[in-house]
Nanobody, 121 residues
Framework: QVQLVESGGGLVQAGGSLRLSCAAS????????MGWYRQPPGKQRELVAT???????NYADSVKGRCTISRDNAKNTVYLQMDSLSPEDTAVYYC???????????????WGQGTQVTVSS
């Protein structure tokens, strides 16, 4: 069983910053990638950023230049530094992990419970 625990969400004024953290625990044999997705009110979940075990990153166009994803492989933890936040960034942010629990098991998606980020104007 893999657990993802997010922290760092909250209320911030427009132009402010937040840093989200997500720690993975449980039986994890191998991690391919970790990342962040978000679901704005009334909308579908969307990609924010991902980072592979090798350090390759991918960002949604809407956050490029404002967000930085990083990862501590030793701690199985991923971070999302968000700067210059705007009300459009208001959403529930979900941590994602693509991994497998044994050498002969398939890759699976695991999700955190989500953390609310609210940006006031």
């Amino acid at each position: 069983q893999v657990q993802l625990v997010e922290s760092g969400g909250g209320l911030v004024q427009a132009g402010g910053s937040l840093r989200l953290s997500c720690a993975a625990s449980g039986i994890i044999f191998s991690i391919n990638a970790m990342g962040w997705y978000r679901q704005p009110p009334g909308k579908q979940r969307e990609l924010v950023a991902t980072i592979t075990s090798g350090g390759s990153t991918n960002y949604a166009d809407s956050v490029k230049g404002r967000c930085t994803i990083s990862r501590d492989n030793a701690k199985n933890t991923v971070y999302l530094q968000m700067d210059s936040l705007s009300p459009e960034d208001t959403a529930v942010y979900y941590c994602n992990l693509v991994g497998r629990v044994s050498w002969n098991s398939g890759w699976k998606d695991y999700w955190g419970q989500g953390t609310q980020v609210t940006v006031s104007s």
